[in-house]
């Protein structure tokens, strides 16, 4: 278990030294929308997102976490960026109704499900994902007894997380772009703010020339701060490490970013070391995929750990964040069944019943632990009634298979209408690229590979840099189980689509020549 995933579970307190800037007025929702890099107002009641001052040039003046309680905006960030944050919404304060506070306060991040789960009934805690984990913000004493956050830790989670600190994996005047904040506080819907167009046109063109991802190192060696090459040019610099500086946050130029790529990099002092790049995950969670992953860190410290009592404090946890997930209520009832607990566990079975009245589950466990209380009828019952919903589940997935093969046929017509679109036009100038490129789609999706082979390789004799049809290549030689041609052409055509900055097929390629190694 990661420490991410460690943390949510275990819980812990993270002190940044954030102040506080209270915001007020009726007009703070727009004055707030108008200045700062993210959409203010989309954030809910008892939420909170980061957020950043840019200047015109796409430059960061300053970044935050942003909390919506019930009366007013709280600001919380770095001690050393009140005044100059304050200086710079108050410069376009004109006729605004709205009261800009710098207040004695300090925040604390308090990290973890059962935090967040606390956390949704309280609208003056500020909820989110911090550092990649659930919790919230706030400038009160919650109450929970977690320990407080070491600076190594600190630095583990900000290498597991790829979120940063100012000025010490994020520093001032750095684009934005460059920035996990990219990623986290920029809105690239909400409209106008200062800087936006220059961040929206390097977003949209070919993404930033550095940009931050985690390196892994399997070797002795130990990785260090600082500038590193790949071959003769330079590649990035490594600015925070991690646990036994075997991996590292670090900012790498984008014609060496790619997803799960190994590479040898070489240091000032020319010692090398054999790395492992990856991609950080910086997408927001629903509630249900909180749930999601608090199920699946149950089940490990259940099964790996028996750790039941932490095990079922996260599963109640869960289901306050996700009421309607019905795999948190089965799995609760059946750590209490393996306590011999059955009273409480039937008392769950009949929560999940309730939730999904289908479940085919909770009849069957419910039975069970009614058999071991000794209530042989009542089990019996409960037996019954689990055989007629699985006669139902079966029925339910009958009809799924006859939708899924009505929708397979209306796929095939509009197949049919592209190819008979696609022939015309190959009989205009049969080395057309997109035409041969459509036709290869169609008959890859009918698994017709031969077919779908032989119009790639009109596409790349037409046009070699065409990045997509080598991912389409490879595809096809992997469905024809040629994995050798298969790993050829990726090899070929990753450095075509990192050239032309084509990086989301250069990605997929990586990702499915390492699955082939």
């Known amino acids: 278990m990661n420490i991410l995933s460690r943390l949510s579970c275990e819980g812990a307190k993270l002190s940044l030294k954030y102040s506080v800037i209270k915001i007020t007025g009726s007009d703070a929702v727009s004055f707030l929308q108008g200045q700062t890099t993210n959409d203010v107002k989309k954030l809910n009641e008892g939420h909170a997102q980061y957020n950043a001052l840019v200047d015109i040039s ?63 009934s309280n609208v003056d805690w500020g909820k989110g994902l911090f550092f990649a984990i659930p919790g919230f913000i706030s400038i ?36 934005i772009n460059e920035t996990f904040l990219e990623s986290t506080a920029v809105s690239f819907t909400k409209g106008c703010f200062t800087g936006q167009e220059t961040v929206a046109k390097i977003h949209n063109f070919r993404g930033p020339g550095y940009f931050p991802v985690k390196l892994t190192t399997s ?20 600015k925070t490490l991690g646990e036994n500086a075997m991996s590292a946050y670090a900012l790498v ?58 095990s079922k404090n996260l599963l109640k946890a869960g289901i306050q964040i996700s009421p309607q997930s019905p795999d948190l209520y089965e799995s609760l009832g059946v750590i209490l069944g393996r306590e011999d607990k059955f ?7 009949d929560k999940l019943s309730a939730v999904d009245p289908d479940s085919v589950m909770a009849y069957t466990n419910k039975s069970l632990y009614l058999m071991k209380l000794g209530k042989i009828e009542e089990a019996e019952a409960a037996k019954a009634t689990a055989t007629v919903k699985s006669f139902a589940y079966y029925g339910a997935e009958a009809k799924k298979k006859n939708a899924e093969a009505e929708e ?16 015309q036009v190959l009989e205009i100038d049969p080395e057309d690229a997109l035409a041969s490129f459509g036709m ?4 890859f999706e ?39 041609l298969a790993k050829e052409t990726y090899h070929k055509g990753i450095p075509v689509a990192t050239m032309k900055g084509d990086m989301m097929p250069a990605n997929e390629m990586q990702s499915r020549l390492v699955k082939l190694n």
């Open 343 to 349: 009273q409480e566990a039937i008392e769950w079975m």
């Open 253 to 310: 130029l984008r014609d060496f970013r790619l997803d799960q790529a190994q590479m040898e990099i070489t240091f000032s002092n020319q010692e090398k070391s054999t790395v492992k790049l990856s991609y950080y995950s910086f997408t927001s969670k629903s509630n249900q995929e909180i749930a999601k992953n608090i199920l699946e860190d149950a089940s490990y410290l259940f099964t790996h750990e028996h750790n039941l009592e932490l």
């Open 440 to 443: 290869a789609e169609i008959h």
């Open 140 to 175: 009160s004493d919650p109450g929970f007894v977690y320990p407080q956050l070491t600076d190594e830790k600190v630095n583990q989670l900000v290498v597991e997380s790829g979120y940063g600190r100012l000025e010490y994996e994020v520093p001032l005047q750095k684009l």
């Open 58 to 120: 796409g430059r960061l003046e300053s970044f935050f976490i942003v909390h919506k309680s019930s009366s007013a905006f709280y600001l919380y960030c770095d001690e050393t960026q009140v005044e100059k944050i304050c200086s710079r919404l108050e410069k376009y304060l004109i006729t605004e109704d709205v009261d800009i506070l710098k207040t004695p306060l300090l925040a604390n991040i308090y990290l973890g499900y059962e935090a967040y789960a606390a956390a949704l």
């Open 446 to 484: 009918r698994k017709e590979f031969l077919e779908a082979l032989h119009n790639v390789q009109q596409v790349l004799k037409t046009d070699p840099k065409y990045s997509v049809a080598y991912l389409l290549q490879g595809k096809i030689y992997e469905g024809l189980r040629d994995f050798s």
């Open 219 to 238: 070797n002795h060696f130990k990785l260090k701060l600082g500038e590193f090459n790949v071959g003769e040019k330079k590649a990035g610099v490594i």
């Open 408 to 423: 397979e046929k209306k796929k095939e017509a509009e197949r049919a209408r592209r190819e008979s679109m696609f022939k």
